[in-house]
């Protein structure tokens, strides 16, 4: 299922993606924004796995060694 999102953008912004469509980068313009949202929780998840990381490296983390382990 799909759900419509409109937003509106400054002239300039507006032509950088019509460009970035023009170079047939990107099909259209929602390609394009589901593109710079994927890339966006990439970068949250990126973030995420590297907190993580720093908690475990400073003591705040468990070493599993089976999935049981979680309960």
């Known amino acids: 299922m799909r759900t419509i999102i409109n937003i509106s ?42 907190e993580s990381r720093n908690e475990f490296r400073h003591g705040k983390g468990k070493l599993l060694r089976s999935l049981k382990e979680l309960r």
């Open 9 to 50: 953008l400054p002239e300039k912004m507006a032509e950088e993606v019509e460009a970035e469509i023009k170079k047939e980068r990107f099909s259209t313009k929602s390609e394009f924004f589901r593109m710079l949202v994927r890339l966006w929780l990439e970068k949250e998840l990126s973030e995420d796995l590297e």
